[in-house]
């Protein structure tokens, strides 16, 4: 079958560095995707990698490793509107999007 | 207001009513998408579109029917609501199905099925 691992929850304080990992299993793979979701409200996204190595857009960064199934998003200077769930994706071979149950990030001051 | 809209924001509903979701979105995409969220789940695929005209059943068909008759809607119907059912309902509309474009999504449809 295919699947997506993620933590259900993680704690971190303000202005900290958060690593948020995931490792997947899956039909041949088109890229992975990570997505912020606030409590109530619709998943945005953030980051895509399909090659090997690290994303940096701001304080977020985005880490795959195809060979080992595994990626992570890393959030940095962490603020209290981080305080979200973020959702990893993958697209298969077929190009649908597995999803991951989400990281609940709580942020504390 | 670009973007991809919902309507209604939540619905409590009898079992056995038919119910229809609307979804609409203004970016001119060509892929669009239903998903459902529950707590503890990713979200699941129920049904997609990869062009107007063209419809393809996901993960969690059973109970739903959707019709793409144009670009911009693409309408959920549940022809006889179940409690299992009660779901937040997510639309999202991408550029492409096959690129590996970011998907927008609407803000959801609350469903309760009671």
């Known amino acids: 079958g295919q699947n997506i691992d993620q933590p259900t929850e993680m704690t971190a304080t303000e202005g900290a560095i958060v690593q948020i990992n995931c490792t997947y299993q899956?039909?041949?793979?088109?890229?992975l995707f990570w997505y912020q979701q606030h409590a109530g409200e619709a998943p945005t996204f953030l980051s895509y990698?399909?090659l090997d190595g690290l994303e940096e857009k701001g304080r977020f960064s985005s880490f795959l490793s195809r060979s080992k199934g595994y990626s992570y998003l890393l959030l940095k200077e962490l603020q209290m509107k981080d305080s979200a769930s973020y959702l990893c994706?993958?697209?298969?071979?077929?190009?649908?999007?597995?999803w991951g149950a989400g990281t609940k990030l709580i942020i504390k001051p | 207001i670009a973007g991809i809209t919902q309507a209604p924001t939540s619905q409590i509903l009898a079992a056995g009513r038919r119910m229809t979701l609307r979804c609409t979105q203004d970016?001119?995409?060509?892929?669009m998408y239903w998903y459902r969220q529950d707590l503890g789940l990713g979200l699941r695929l129920i049904h997609y579109?990869?062009?107007?005209?063209?419809?393809g059943k996901g993960e969690v068909p059973d109970g739903y029917s959707v019709s793409r008759a144009n670009t911009d809607d693409f309408p959920l119907t549940l022809a006889s609501a179940v409690p299992s059912q009660t779901s937040v309902y997510f639309c999202?509309?991408?550029?492409?199905?096959?690129?590996?474009?970011?998907?927008?999504f609407g803000q959801g449809t609350r469903l309760t099925v009671v």
């Open positions: 999202a509309s991408s550029d492409s199905a096959e690129m590996n474009t970011e998907a927008f």
């Open positions: 970016m001119r995409h060509n892929a």
């Open positions: 579109s990869n062009t107007a005209g063209t419809t």
């Open positions: 899956t039909s041949g793979f088109n890229g």
């Open positions: 990698n399909v």
């Open positions: 994706a993958v697209m298969n071979s077929n190009y649908q999007l597995i």
